[in-house]
């Protein structure tokens, strides 16, 4: 687990696309449609690496 600070919060319906910062890295999450977190919040994230996609900077082709 580690800490990340959420930049964006983008509501979508069905669920929340929570655009995060963890040190030099941008990570985004995709939440369910209720959630206490707000952009500045520094909030504690968990990673299930089954669902995992990872991106190279350069390309965009998934790694």
């Known amino acids: 687990m580690f800490q990340a600070q959420v930049e964006v919060l983008e509501p979508?319906?069905?669920?929340?696309?929570l655009?995060?910062?963890?040190?030099?890295?941008?990570?985004?999450?995709?939440?369910?449609p209720v959630t206490a977190?707000?952009?500045?919040d520094h909030i504690p994230v968990?990673?299930?690496?089954?669902?995992v996609h990872t991106f190279d900077?350069?390309?965009g082709a998934a790694i």
Not at 12 to 17: K, Q, R
Not at 37 to 40: F, L, S
């Open 12 to 17: 979508l319906g069905a669920e929340v696309h």
């Open 19 to 32: 655009y995060l910062k963890a040190g030099p890295h941008q990570i985004t999450a995709r939440v369910g």
């Open 37 to 40: 977190a707000r952009p500045g």
């Open 46 to 51: 968990a990673l299930r690496m089954d669902k």
């Open 57 to 59: 900077k350069e390309t």
